[in-house]
């Protein structure tokens, strides 16, 4: 959070540079609209359309996202010219002089090696061309060059070599802050993946057992356990989208629930309640199961035989704005100061990894308010409340998965 913090103040700096630069090319009296003097309508107008070129900058720096946002920065500068570069083409040119392309990827070979900006002539024979000044921006990320902001002007100046320098700082910060949304992308698919490489191991073996003593027993009951389990690992493996419905992920865990029940058979009871008004909820994919599981696992397999039946109570319920989860059993429990360790990742006992994972991601997508509250303590069982958002931006699930 600092980092971004850090960002944003690097990020707004630039742009009051670059406004004054806008506002020094303004040479007639404009209607302010009540925005007070020229220099603070000039600010306000290059904070505007630096809003503008934002959006498609936190999306990398690609041939798209360059044409989207060319424009509004030759606005900021209020420049003849201005094109982005990768390393190796120019991906946009916005304004007057295109057919200057190639002299500046010959002359940016030098800023984008050495991360330095640069001021050079342009050489044109064109009567009607009307730059003949190039000043080069690298654009960096973690003090790597990704590529290279270039405003053409008619004549040299060093407001202009200045003010394209900020914006190039300024285009950096979004291009950093589109690498970190990225970063935490793939961490939400390595711990999706982590998640499935904890399920696999020691649940399919014992399922695969459980199915295998039905086969000359129970032909029929094989039958249908082996189709809960094709359909369980076919939603726990599935390989598109990070989010899921509540009324799927509460199909997939009524399918591990079987498979369970026919390991333990009565002794495990579960209660279900369900309102039908939170199923279309989206919520991050795999994020109840786990919960569930480690209800079994503490409730269930934590226990002697002798010790009777375990029950877990499975509550999803209208909170307004909000969908409430609610996962509790009877079983063991656990010492609270070593849940804290193993939520903070100081300790991974088995069963211990879906609990951060899926605290983590809860947090990730929604926010800090909206982690894991658990209530639990030695002998006395475990209560987990899941609270989401019933909308979240950005958050839409991929679609039911159906039997093939």
């Not at 041939?63 to 010219?81: C, I, N, Y």
């Not at 291009?175 to 399919?204: G, M, Y």
Request: aromatic residues 6%.
């Amino acid at each position: 959070m600092s980092g971004f913090l850090a960002g944003l103040v690097v990020a707004v700096l630039p742009l009051l540079a670059a406004g004054f630069w806008l506002g020094r090319r303004t040479t007639r009296p404009q209607n302010l609209g009540g925005l007070g003097t020229p220099v603070e309508h000039a600010t306000f107008q290059t904070l505007h359309t630096a809003s503008l070129a934002a959006p498609p900058l936190r999306a990398g720096l690609t041939e798209e996202t360059a044409r989207k946002s060319a424009r509004k920065l030759r606005s900021l500068l209020g420049t003849d010219a201005l094109c982005l570069t990768d390393l190796k083409e120019v991906l946009v040119w916005d304004g007057v002089g295109a057919h200057h392309r190639d002299e500046i990827m010959e002359h940016i070979a030098g800023p984008l090696e050495t991360g330095r900006g640069e001021a050079f002539r342009l050489t044109c024979d064109a009567l009607d061309c009307t730059v003949s000044w190039a000043v080069v921006a690298p654009l960096t990320v973690d003090d790597r060059v990704h590529g290279a902001l270039v405003a053409c002007a008619p004549r040299e100046s060093a407001v202009l070599v200045r003010a394209a320098g900020e914006v190039a700082r300024w285009v950096s910060v979004q291009l950093e802050l589109a690498d970190l949304d990225q970063s935490r992308t793939r961490l939400i698919e390595a711990e999706i993946k982590a998640l499935r490489a904890q399920i696999s191991p020691h649940f399919i073996f014992n399922s695969l057992a459980v199915i295998a003593s039905f086969v000359r027993t129970d032909p029929e009951r094989a039958r249908e356990l082996l189709l809960e389990f094709a359909d369980f690992t076919r939603y726990s493996f599935r390989r598109h989208g990070d989010f899921t419905t509540l009324a799927d992920e509460l199909h997939a865990i009524d399918h591990y629930l079987a498979l369970v029940r026919a390991r333990f058979g009565d002794r495990l009871a579960v209660t279900l309640q369900i309102a039908p008004e939170v199923l279309p909820v989206t919520l991050p994919f795999l994020c109840l199961q786990p919960l569930v599981e480690n209800a079994v696992k503490h409730g269930l397999e934590g226990k002697a035989v002798s010790a009777g039946k375990c029950h877990i109570q499975i509550t999803a319920q209208d909170a307004g704005a909000e969908a409430l989860v609610v996962i509790e059993d009877d079983g063991a429990g656990m010492d609270p100061v070593l849940l804290r360790r193993i939520l903070a990742r100081e300790v991974s006992p088995s069963g211990g990894i879906g609990l951060s994972n899926v605290d983590d991601r809860l947090r990730q997508v929604y926010g800090d308010d909206y982690g894991l509250v658990i209530e639990t303590a030695v002998g006395a069982g475990m209560k987990i409340t899941v609270r989401m958002p019933k909308y979240q931006p950005g958050v839409h699930s991929a679609g039911r998965l159906t039997r093939e």
